[in-house]
């Protein structure tokens, strides 16, 4: 089992950057896909990035790709999502979700774990 724990979101103005952490218990942390999701009010939560048990492979959504980037510390149990040039429609809780599957996986119910989430919101 992992838990997992979100941090560093905050108010940000566009164009602006921030570091999501997400921080992980359990002694199987490095066998698990990683991904980041986020989820705005009424809206469905979709994702946003993920990355394999080896850091080999990642994957982005389009809305994202070129501006955020996901990578994990498997000593440190430790996975990240560094947002550039951030834009107002970024503006959700974002969250962090641990699979046991090997693939990289879209669908947020396909994910085994969650964290609790973290705000981000981008000012225009």
């Known amino acids: 089992q992992v838990q997992l724990v979100e941090s560093g979101g905050g108010l940000v103005q566009a164009g602006g950057s921030l570091r999501l952490s997400c921080a992980a218990s359990g002694r199987t942390f490095s066998s698990y896909t990683m991904g980041w999701f986020r989820q705005a009010p009424g809206n469905e939560r979709e994702f946003v990035a993920a990355?394999?048990?080896?850091?080999?492979?990642?994957y982005y959504a389009d809305s994202v790709k070129g501006r955020f980037t996901i990578s994990r510390d498997n000593a440190k149990k430790m996975v990240y999502l560094q947002m550039l040039s951030l834009k107002p429609e970024d503006t959700s809780v974002y969250y962090c979700?641990?699979?046991?599957?090997?693939?990289?996986?879209?669908?947020?119910?396909?994910?085994?774990?969650w964290g609790q989430g973290t705000q981000v919101t981008v000012s225009s």
């Open positions: 979700a641990a699979d046991r599957r090997l693939r990289i996986e879209l669908e947020a119910n396909e994910y085994d774990y």
């Open positions: 990355i394999t048990r080896n850091s080999g492979i990642t």
